[in-house]
């Protein structure tokens, strides 16, 4: 498994397990790459995460859509 960068285990600091178990695989998917960011889209009824070629490794966007 992946060590994540600093920035990453940050943002997953006092995050539930639920979001956790969600978000992690893609934050190691960009660490393995190494060529993207993630984008994480949260509303009251979905939580995705992916990585996104428009944002810089290393990075986290959240937003809603």
Request: no cysteine; hydrophobic share 40%; aromatic share 6%.
């Amino acid at each position: 498994m992946s060590q994540l960068p600093a920035v990453y285990e940050a943002y997953l600091q006092g995050k539930d397990e639920d979001f956790i178990a969600t978000v992690r695989p893609v934050l190691q998917q960009s660490v393995a790459e190494k060529n993207h960011g993630v984008r994480i889209i949260r509303t009251p009824h979905v939580l995705q995460a992916h990585t996104d070629p428009a944002i810089p490794f290393g990075e986290i966007v959240e937003g809603t859509d």
